[in-house]
């Protein structure tokens, strides 16, 4: 399986928040991301968390880290239609190649109108 | 503007046949990384090159090859040796803790 995990589907109506988790593996992971892509597209990079912070807000957008359960999410408010895509979370961790991206498997989010 | 410029955006190939796919950036990043993504899955890694002329094997490397002689370009090619080539390609390049920066992907069906 993935070493960042996340689950597959979420589904919420519009107006409502929603919430996206993942947990990832690496304790030393200094950034972690959060991406969208929508049908056909490449992937957008949402924004990202650095180890030392709790939260951190971007308009409709929180993101809540807790390092001790290695806990990541995403919460998106009074969510949209045009919401609806494909989420990934991504860990930073340094190898022998350099800093590189895990990314987990991504969360389809669904808002029905 | 800077960005990453895929192409084609659709490539079909026949049975047999290698095929290239482009991928240039003008962001002056070092690092750039090719992935594949099948149908409802996440992405996996096939080759990613750190600096030019260098480059390293990802978790699926096997039936493609890549080259890195300049520092914009990445090429991919699916050479026939790759059985299930038909999927979504996606490129990205790195230079920071600032996440990857993502091509719009070419979608490659085999035909």
């Known amino acids: 399986g993935e070493d960042v995990e996340q689950s597959l589907f979420l589904s919420v109506r519009e107006g409502d928040s929603s919430v996206i988790n993942c947990t990832y593996t690496d304790s030393s992971s200094t950034y972690l991301y959060w991406y969208k892509q929508e049908p056909g597209a490449g992937l957008q990079l949402l924004t990202y968390?650095?180890?030392?912070?709790d939260m951190k807000q971007d308009q409709r957008l929180t993101v809540l880290l807790n390092k001790k359960d290695k806990h990541l999410s995403l919460r998106i408010a009074d969510t949209q239609t045009g919401d609806s895509a494909i989420y990934f979370c991504?860990?930073?961790?340094?190898?022998?190649?350099?800093?590189?991206?895990?990314f987990g498997g991504g969360t389809r989010l669904m808002v029905k109108p | 503007d800077g960005g990453i410029t895929q192409s084609p955006k659709y490539l079909f190939r026949k049975e047999g046949q290698n095929v290239t796919l482009s991928c240039e950036q003008n962001?002056?990043?070092?690092?750039m990384y090719w992935y594949r993504q099948d149908p409802g899955q996440g992405l996996r890694l096939i080759y990613y090159s750190q600096i030019v002329n260098d480059f390293q094997k990802g978790d699926i490397a096997e039936g493609y090859s890549v080259s890195r002689e300049k520092k914009e370009s990445f090429p991919l090619t699916v050479t026939s040796a790759q059985k299930n080539p038909t999927a979504f390609y996606l490129c990205?390049?790195?230079?920071?803790?600032?996440?990857?920066?993502f091509g719009s992907g070419t979608r490659l069906t085999v035909v």
């Open positions: 991504a860990e930073l961790r340094n190898n022998n190649a350099g800093n590189m991206l895990t």
């Open positions: 990205a390049s790195s230079n920071t803790f600032y996440g990857y920066t």
């Open positions: 968390i650095f180890s030392n912070m």
């Open positions: 962001l002056n990043h070092d690092a």
